[in-house]
């Protein structure tokens, strides 16, 4: 929800650290690894009980993963000296940087997620291991809906037109990046009300599923089918087979 209206801000900072990084030789791949071992350390951290010193690791797995995009954009250029093919976006769109890196990126993104409420489950297992476990559950509708649809967006050439530096189509809900980040950080600080706010967000990423879910139905049942290169040929192939047979049948009927 805050997404749209988040990004626009941060991007020209992100972009003046991705162009320190590019002036240092560093990889998006490189930037995205630190910032995914940002985040285990911050994890282990809320598990001994230490989750506002946690903070500073989430701030810095969550400054990583605005980086790895922007410096992949950025290598993508033309006449950069670190050019690489261009589609990714998020790590990657159709302005900059690999696939793999985008799929690095998105994969370890969802893990992150999943394994900060288990860091605060650790901590304390009676009093925060139900509420890890509902938010993990709603994480996984979430992240299923945006996936499953992303997949099918990229088949019919969707693109969201205020993410389309994503590497894959954005599906945007109440609980987005930004909302979840808040989240995160509300019980960085607040760790003894971790189970409400844990709950509360369930609550959130649940009637975003349904949006989500709702809205990429709708939408991919009304989509035209997109005539592939190989569903092309596998037609000239059947309508060729079928001028053959209706010949046949008329050289057949004449005798």
């Given at each position: 929800?805050?997404?749209k209206?988040?990004?626009?801000?941060?991007?020209?900072?992100?972009?003046?650290?991705?162009?320190?990084?590019?002036?240092?030789?560093?990889?998006?791949d490189?930037?995205t690894?630190v910032?995914?071992?940002?985040?285990?350390?911050?994890?282990?951290?809320?598990?001994?009980?230490?989750?506002?010193?946690?903070?500073?690791?989430?701030?810095?797995?969550?400054?990583?993963?605005g980086?790895?995009?922007?410096?992949?954009r950025?290598?993508?250029?033309p006449?950069?000296?670190?050019?690489?093919?261009?589609?990714?976006?998020?790590?990657?769109s159709?302005?900059?940087g690999?696939?793999?890196?985008?799929?690095?990126?998105?994969?370890?993104?969802?893990?992150?997620?999943?394994l900060f409420?288990?860091?605060?489950?650790?901590?304390?297992?009676?009093?925060?291991?139900?509420p890890?476990?509902?938010?993990?559950?709603?994480?996984?509708?979430?992240?299923?809906?945006?996936?499953?649809?992303?997949s099918?967006?990229?088949?019919?050439?969707?693109?969201?037109?205020?993410f389309?530096?994503k590497?894959?189509?954005?599906?945007?809900?109440?609980?987005e990046?930004?909302?979840?980040?808040?989240?995160?950080?509300?019980?960085?600080?607040?760790?003894?009300q971790?189970?409400l706010?844990?709950?509360?967000?369930a609550?959130?990423?649940?009637?975003?599923?349904?949006?989500?879910?709702?809205?990429?139905y709708?939408?991919?049942?009304?989509?035209?089918?997109v005539?592939?290169?190989?569903?092309?040929?596998?037609?000239?192939?059947?309508?060729?087979q079928?001028?053959?047979?209706?010949?046949?049948?008329?050289?057949?009927?004449?005798h």
């Amino acid at each position: 929800m805050l997404d749209k209206h988040v990004v626009p801000l941060i991007k020209p900072p992100l972009q003046g650290i991705a162009r320190s990084c590019q002036r240092r030789s560093l990889k998006p791949d490189q930037v995205t690894l630190v910032g995914f071992g940002f985040g285990l350390v911050g994890i282990a951290l809320i598990a001994g009980g230490f989750a506002q010193v946690a903070l500073v690791f989430l701030l810095l797995n969550r400054l990583a993963d605005g980086v790895d995009g922007e410096l992949a954009r950025l290598q993508a250029l033309p006449g950069s000296a670190k050019n690489q093919p261009v589609n990714e976006a998020g790590q990657g769109s159709a302005d900059g940087g690999s696939d793999a890196g985008g799929y690095l990126d998105i994969t370890l993104d969802f893990v992150f997620y999943a394994l900060f409420p288990l860091g605060f489950a650790l901590a304390d297992p009676a009093a925060n291991a139900l509420p890890a476990a509902i938010l993990i559950a709603s994480f996984v509708g979430t992240g299923a809906s945006f996936l499953a649809f992303s997949s099918l967006a990229a088949k019919n050439n969707l693109v969201h037109p205020e993410f389309s530096y994503k590497s894959l189509f954005y599906l945007n809900g109440l609980a987005e990046g930004t909302e979840t980040v808040l989240v995160f950080v509300l019980m960085c600080l607040f760790p003894a009300q971790f189970g409400l706010i844990a709950v509360f967000f369930a609550v959130v990423c649940g009637i975003t599923t349904i949006n989500r879910v709702t809205f990429g139905y709708l939408t991919l049942r009304n989509q035209k089918p997109v005539l592939t290169e190989s569903s092309a040929e596998s037609n000239k192939v059947t309508g060729a087979q079928l001028s053959t047979q209706k010949l046949t049948d008329n050289d057949q009927n004449e005798h």
